[in-house]
């Protein structure tokens, strides 16, 4: 198929307009920029719904809509799992328990809290390790991007890049964590805005839900499944193989569910700062809750019409084709491009292509907002050049080492982008790097907050056994038919999943089943080298409860989290 | 920090939703445009469902710039 578009002048007027707007709040901030703090940390004074809105458009990058969408085409509403049991519990959890030790213990990003809660050596294995995998993904970001500027719109590959890197250079540069922070939000409202109409034309033209359940019957069926099994989430779960993800419920409970969500919103310092950016201790703790709100219908804004682009795909006469890999096998990253082309006229074509774009965008900034930030206090600060203690040089200097690495992050991540054009498998190998990375880490962090026991020591070996463990098995294990090394089974293939999403489950529960029981073995054997008083305020045990001041019970976060529960439930229900 | 984000918002909102209302409106009954979203002018209907949102940031930009100067 066909994969280009010709877009007319009023798409290009409304792109135009968002990116004026982009780069208007990055100078309108510029002034605001005078320390180093309200660069990277936002001075600490977003309003929790600004906050919350920004932690969740941070996840709905541009990859992961697209990603999303052809999923919603290969496995179904199956998919929302990553929404509902994969992200709410996670959310509510880091909200409630994790967010007063984050905010609370005054520390300016992850890699620090283990700092003050562990050791150096936890702190810098973390702080480096964190700053190479964002630049890596906002070089995969950028590199998407050009990709699909370049097959989408015939515009230039090398022009492409350098364009978006500018324009994300130009606001991070101008108004730091702000910026990104407020282009987030901005992106969030386009991005659904954008992408309502083809929800709302796609299911008009199938006839409604139920019509589109109807004819989706015999494409399942075909594909030797229960014919409701692309409408339902839990419902086909007994067993592995009577579902597209090849995984049982309690695969999807422990390794979706627990490890894997749980090692990705509460400790990836990417998401966590949004929240930290908050003006309150209380508004950090909703931050995570305001963001779940919109979370659990991002389903329906991205997963549906993926639903009916499989529909769409096997209806004759439909006009609806997608790119092919091989012969049958249809390249389905490309699904909410063809859906766009299907559907949108000019005018609001031109609002979805911006939606995405202003999303490809922001996963950019984002990645680089952290990478600073972290770069500037973990790595910079702590081993080559310490604060002097003159207060208003320091904030200068830090100020001006937080601009430095914004530039040097982005031009880092065009050379990123240029490795991602040369391997195309750097993609699958950083996320599944990541999964590595995660999982021990919320392990190690974990019991750091609630066992007042654990040490340094445990915490630095907690992180490497997990890891090792997680590339181990990686290397032992390889899901069915996999065509190259970096899915796995490059030791040797001793074990063979049925799909890649249960190798990836189960590597992730290795990793965090390892890292803990090794962090508590060694924290048994060493000594814990801090005292109660330097544990105060990171550790559960020995911080003072939480205390939500003399705010009315309907706005309180406790009532807030009861609220998202409720309502997750009642969707998991609804979609059973 | 220093700027409500609502106001950028509703302003970009109301300026893109009035965009898309006037181009909507030229192109009414523009049956090659509108065949592929089905006979719908998608383009009036999100124009003006933008406009709505953009003026309600708005005013509410202007209620909270209000409150702090009393």
Known sequence: MDTGFTLSWIDYTIMLVYFVFVLGIGWALKRYMKTANAFLEAGRAMPAWVAGLAFISTNLGALEVMGMTGSGAKYGMLTAHFYWVGAIPAMVFLALFMMPFYYGSKARSVPEYLKLRFDEKTRGLNAILFAVMTILASGISMYALAILMERVLGWNFHLSLILSAAIVLGYTYLGGLSSAIYNEVLQFFIIVIGLLPIV??????????????????????????????????????GSASANPLGVEWYGIFAGLGFVLSFGYWCTNFLIVQRAMSAKSPTAARNTPLIGALPKMFVPFLIIVPGIAALVLLNKPGSGFSLPEISPGHYNYDYTIIALLKQYLPAGVLGLGITALLASFMSGMAGNVSAFNTVWTYDIYQSYIRPVTGNKETDDKHYLFVGRMATIFGVIVSIAAAYLASLFGNIMDFLQTIFSMINAPLFAVIFLGMFWKRTTGHAAFSGLLAGFVIALLHHGLTAPLGAATLVKGGWICQVYTYPVEMAQNFWTAIFAWTTATIVTVLVSLLTKQKKSDGDLKGLVYSLTPKFKEGNVPWYSRSTTLAIVVLAIATILTILFW | MGIDIKLPIGLMFSILGLLLTIFGLFTNGDVLLYSRSLGINVNLWSGIGMLIFGLLMLFFAYRTQKSKKP
């Open chain 1, 200 to 237: 709302l034309l796609s299911l008009q033209d199938l006839g409604g839900w139920e019509g589109m359940k109807e004819q989706l019957a015999p494409i399942v069926s075909a594909k030797g499944y229960a014919p409701d099994t692309w409408t339902t989430t839990w419902k086909y779960t």
